[in-house]
């Protein structure tokens, strides 16, 4: 009786590492360490969301705070400012350092450990408001133009919600959830928690890679950089077809004199990718927006987030990340 007693109870202890943490045990967990982020910027005041990956160290995505003239963390009435250290704006990940901060850093979950349908959990701060926690799982692992992994999930992304921890059911940081590339239920996508440990490196390689023998430290220093009105023009007026980076339902981009623009996007509906063409306009506070054709309600059109406004950053020589100010939506490219 004792031994089966013994064997009841390993069983027991088995099944429950393998079902994991509840939801209600994971955001106790983990929601000490995920903070509002909030970016001022030309008067403009753009609030996110971070997690803390280190001692006075958090995470969150460049789009939120590169450019920003002050930076703040925020949960009930405390409040820190934060300084921008690292900006990996390719990845899209920035590192905030945080003075006299303390809250505990979450653990990261390698990507090797990440599974097609595992259960996936995003804390966040959508719209401002503290902590809210949504499950999904993971719909697929996509791969960037350099053979990066990228996470696909169920779980959306909302305005907000750039920056937040993707957790599994041990409540290990599996990502950091960006943008949704369309308004589809499964397009959303999340930066992979390995790269939070490059984002320092990959920063300091990019740094001496562009200052190279005898380059002045001034012009090293110039990417990324945010571009103004007067930069997106003459971009626009030199620029023609370019490669898409990001995201892979964009399968082509091309901008043509008269400030038109077309696309080849693919959805549930066109797998293979339907054409489109409209308009761009550069607006004197230096974004650009976009019209493409309006369809009927229901009609399931994936491009349709890009009828939008965007903030344009050039992130090298050649490659160009832009992002929407009243969203989370964005696509990439880079200059043939």
């Given amino acids: 009786m004792a031994k089966n007693r013994s064997c009841l109870a390993l069983l027991m202890l088995v099944g429950g590492e393998a079902l994991g943490l509840e939801p209600p045990a994971i955001f ?20 996110a969301s971070a997690v803390v990956v280190a001692p006075g160290r958090l995470i969150t995505n460049c789009h939120v ?3 920003a003239k002050a930076i703040q963390i925020k949960k009930d ?15 899209d990940l920035c590192q905030i350092a945080v003075r006299g901060f303390f809250a505990p850093a979450v653990p990261l979950a390698p990507m090797a450990t990440l599974k097609v349908g ?5 804390i966040n701060s959508p719209g401002g408001e503290e902590l809210s926690i949504n499950e999904g799982m993971v719909s697929s692992v996509r791969k960037t133009t350099d053979g990066s992994p990228l996470i696909q999930t169920t779980v959306a992304v909302t305005q907000g919600s750039s920056g ?6 041990e409540a290990r940081l599996v990502g950091v959830t960006s943008y949704a590339a369309s308004q589809g239920p499964t397009t959303n996508f999340a930066q992979p928690a390995d790269w939070i440990q490059e984002v320092p490196e990959r920063v300091r390689a990019a740094l001496a890679a562009r200052q190279g023998p005898g380059t002045p430290a001034a012009a090293a220093s110039m990417f990324p950089k945010v571009l103004t009105a007067d930069d997106l023009v003459a971009h ?10 990001t995201p892979a339902q964009l399968r082509s981009l091309r901008f043509a004199p008269g400030n038109r623009i077309s696309i080849t996007y693919a959805s549930s509906r066109d ?15 230096g974004q650009v927006c976009f019209t493409l054709p309006l369809w009927p309600a229901g009609y399931d059109v994936g491009w349709k987030w890009m009828s939008d406004c965007f903030r344009v950053s050039q992130t090298d020589e050649k490659t160009y990340s832009l992002r929407s100010l009243k969203g989370d939506t964005g696509f990439s490219y880079s200059v043939r």
């Fill in 28 to 47: 106790e967990r983990v929601a000490p360490s995920v903070w509002v982020v909030s970016a001022t910027s030309q008067g403009r005041q753009i609030t």
């Fill in 65 to 67: 705070v590169q450019g």
């Fill in 77 to 91: 009435t405390t409040q820190f400012d934060a300084t921008l250290e690292f900006s990996d704006e390719q990845r």
């Fill in 118 to 122: 595992q259960r996936v959990y995003a």
């Fill in 164 to 169: 937040g921890g993707l957790f599994d059911a």
């Fill in 236 to 245: 626009f007026a030199s620029v023609a077809s370019v490669e898409v980076q």
């Fill in 271 to 285: 797998p293979g990718g339907f054409s489109a063409n409209g308009n761009f306009q550069v607006r004197p506070n």
